[in-house]
């Protein structure tokens, strides 16, 4: 299904510099694109790519516009522009409603009749499945989930028990919500189990990445705000609330307890220590471990960076004498300001 | 099914400070609850919270007493009293014993009638399922996999060849217990698979978190003890064994052939080098790398706390340079030396 | 199933010293070994163990043969050697080609005759598998996956759009390949989505962990070159390309676009900054986080190794005025140069 540049610039708003009736009818990037592909340039560190591309157009911004060659799209935001075409030239696939004659559901559940419920998919009771949502295979719902409309489960999701989804959320393969939070009081033979009594709230728009794990409240819910984004083996332990449009990358794990703001960025393999609170708009590289509340916005780090082995053993071996280093640089500070004192000479 | 505080005081042991004619039906927080709930409080961070409560019952202990203006049972160990309590309130719900019509269960296995199995599970040849044992939906069992007596794989549990569960362990969904161990011979091409030809072994009283992995020994089994509680997303590699009641937070990760001792307590994203011994009660903050053995019961620590971006960047650029740092504060103490040495004139 | 001393020996090319008759049918530890057994010695350090092992016969190289009291298969390499007697004792347990009739398997598929689709699986449309392929219970296969002959899929493996696997894999249970990888454009307000148009493509001989996830490129394929070993629960994130007989551990995470070179072995819980090129032949050890490039073979670290934790919180104290010391020694120094110029006096 070709679209004319024409079509793509009136439609997500570019100015077109070129023919508006050339065809393109998929994406590529600059190095690797044919004839009939759209391009991007958002990263002005690939702009040696631009005057070698074969793409039939090119989405950038007006600062790139002279470098390139070929039809251009001018975007104020290049990268979000090429999003929305990317997903105008791949629409998802449609898909009718009803169930696979393999799935399992409950009575007493509610589901839309456009609403798909694929095959090994076992729905419990008193669930309510919105419009137009998608169950992929072997998905597994407990009793008295909700999942809003247009949300898709894509394969082997399991929500557990009173677990509610939001609308147009995407969970990927392996996602677990809802399993019980870690709560167990230490007691004089071992540990007594806590109840895990809350649920797990998401919002709408919200994307949660494979195999990753939020878990239920322990009283109250565990809540995932509207339009969070979340990669892939992320762990969200028992009563967390994060806020809106933040962005949690790979690996990341946050403990219990921990509340933090909007539109915040984590990195990869980032921790925190429970009971915490973040602040918004905070930004943390990868790895950090955060071990305290953050109450002002901005970029903040806690992982070393990587050296040849042989100097950073030498280094970390001088790290764990830094207490006494530290004690020795004061003693020549003393000892240089006694010299420096007039004498009894 | 609401209970009296009088029968609460008596089946779980507290002093009753109050009516003991009270009913309560449900527990809360201290600042969310309503009539009718039981809140208690363990950390006295939240003692504040205590004048304004609306429960109708605090669990406490006898030191918070004075600041409680409702219904009070007093407990020495509140967090655990609070949890049995919640126990007794939420009872896990009843099922009668039997297999979902989707359930595969290969001949010559040994099911109890008081066992469940639930819709798309697979039950391999020689499989011993115990009285009251619980399988949840889609969950998978290999052949000759023993389940202990009121066990419970919540769903989408994966237990492998011969993986043996004690009696009233809880699995949560996408546990994977008994995968191959890591095990590559390197040779002159590539690397020689190691059949990996244990088992894993897991005690009674054992929680395993949502997508936690196991993996089974290389030649004996990988052994996980009583009372042992695992967090979601924690790997264990082959040949380790997990003494009793030890808790591992979540994200952790034990490389192969590592001993942990009884009750120790490994924060979230530990890492172990293989090969090690842990002795009994270690606890260890999150995010340490454990690079040696340990011998001493203790609190052990190794990830840096977290800055402003700004500030540890250069904090970690003088790292890098920190033994010659060392070096130049020697130097500095051989000169000061020199020059309080008495000298030739 | 009984194998003679000499039968081995000739298999795997050593050489025997002892009676070419005796048979073994079991591999063991040199601790735990019965007669009948087939222990090994690869590390010197359990060297000890050799003299009062059971073992019918040990593998080991020519150095250790003076310690050996029993029959010894001497080997260049007895890791490797022993590896691969210990499959030749235990063959994978063989199968017939076919289908469970619980398995769902979309029109249009072409599926060898002497492949088996296990239970509860689906097998999406236009999906092509191999000879002597298998595909354990609940394995899920969306449209136009491709697995190489004699791949298995051990249980519950999620293979998304268009994956291709090749030949000899092994993929353990909860292993995703080919959800979205993690790309969302930051708009004026929230995110938008941007296609994942790729998919992933593994080579032959890959061995991929229990709850890994591989994600689908952005526009070009994801690849795991041939013989890549990949442990439990690692991320590797979309646009990256990993080379042949690389290996990496558990929980490490790979973000986008990362190329990593051949022969490579990543330590567990290593972590990288996105976009980065690792060239062959780097070794990492475990927990590091890999901020730039590397061009050199060798190798790298960057986790500090642990202590006490009240000395290690000494030493941190101290790291967070690093920069600050430094300046401080450097005062010093020039205090001290300034001492010794000859003065005016």
Not at 234 to 263: L, M, P
Not at 267 to 273: E, I
């Amino acid at each position: 299904m070709p679209v004319s540049l024409g079509e793509l610039a009136v439609r997500f708003g570019c100015e077109l510099h070129g023919d508006p009736d050339a065809l393109v009818d998929r994406v590529a990037t600059l190095q690797d694109a044919v004839p009939g592909a759209v391009a991007f340039l958002a990263n002005p560190k690939y702009r040696k790519h631009l005057p070698g591309t074969r793409a039939s157009a090119v989405v950038l911004d007006a600062a790139s516009l002279g470098h390139c060659q070929t039809h251009a799209l001018v975007a104020a935001n290049p990268y979000a522009t090429y999003a929305r075409i990317a997903q105008h030239l791949n629409p998802e696939p449609s898909f009718a409603g009803g169930r696979h004659p393999t799935a399992v559901v409950e009575p007493s559940t509610t589901v839309d009749p456009t609403a798909w419920i694929g095959p090994h998919c076992y729905v419990g009771a008193g669930s309510v499945i919105g419009p137009g949502a998608y169950l992929g295979p072997a998905t597994v719902l407990f009793e008295g989930v909700s999942i809003g409309a247009r949300s898709r489960c894509a394969a082997r999701v399991t929500l557990c028990a009173h677990v509610r989804i939001g609308e147009r959320c995407l969970l990927h393969p392996g996602v677990v919500i809802g399993a019980d939070g870690f709560g167990h009081a230490p007691d004089t033979d071992g540990y007594v189990k806590v109840p895990q009594l809350g649920a797990v709230t998401v919002g709408d728009d919200v994307e949660i990445g494979a195999n990753t794990t939020i878990d239920r409240g322990a009283i109250e819910d565990t809540v995932i705000e509207h339009g969070v984004k979340i990669d892939n083996q992320v762990q969200i332990g028992h009563n967390c609330r994060i806020g809106e449009h933040t962005v949690i990358a790979g690996c990341a794990g946050i403990s219990g307890s921990v509340t933090i703001g909007k539109r915040c960025m984590i990195g990869g393999m980032v921790g925190f220590v429970g009971h915490l609170e973040v602040c918004d708009d905070v930004y943390l590289t990868g790895k950090t471990m955060v071990t305290g509340s953050i109450t002002k916005p901005g970029l903040y780090s806690g992982q070393l960076p990587f050296d040849e082995a042989r100097r950073f053993r030498r280094n970390s071996a001088r790290f764990q004498k830094l207490d006494e280093l530290a004690q020795r640089v004061a003693r020549l500070e003393r000892a240089g300001r006694k010299n420096d004192e007039p004498g009894p000479d």
